[in-house]
């Protein structure tokens, strides 16, 4: 099972760079917007409508792969998950628990507003108060 894992591990690693290859390969559709206002002969405003190129083509079914190989991966990592996994008891499941710290801790003290910080009018400022 290992190996099937490790094998589909590499395929979904080498679709993913080919994607982001295919992706920076591919012409975008704002490029042809200057065509559409007079610099080119297009029909349309984002560019010609026609039927999908060969890399586009190629990218969807790449997608679909990657997709299809993230499930495969999932499922393959979920089948042999030990019974006490992180994903099961968390991530503070090993720490060990320090004695005394069921104990209520004691309020911190309030610290001392600064001296002649009134705004005017009279009404002291806030801007020595730490906010809860």
């Known amino acids: 099972m290992a190996l099937l894992e490790s094998f589909l591990l590499v395929v979904h690693l080498i679709i993913a760079v080919v994607i ?3 992706v920076l390969l591919q012409h975008g559709k704002g490029a042809d917007m200057g065509a559409a206002f007079g610099s080119g002969s297009s029909g349309s405003l984002f560019g010609a409508a026609g039927s999908a190129n060969f890399l586009s083509r190629t990218t969807g079914i790449l997608a679909a792969l990657f ?3 993230s499930l495969g991966l999932t499922y393959l990592g979920t089948m042999h998950a030990k019974p006490k996994d992180v ?6 499941g090993n720490v060990p628990a320090t004695p005394g710290s069921d104990a209520p801790k004691a309020p911190a003290p309030a610290p001392a507003a600064p001296s002649g910080d009134a705004a005017p009018g009279g009404v002291p400022s806030k801007a020595g108060e730490v906010p809860k």
């Not at 994903?87 to 503070?92: D, K, N, Y």
């Open 87 to 92: 994903m099961q008891q968390g991530v503070m």
């Open 20 to 22: 982001c290859g295919l």
């Open 67 to 69: 997709f299809l190989s």
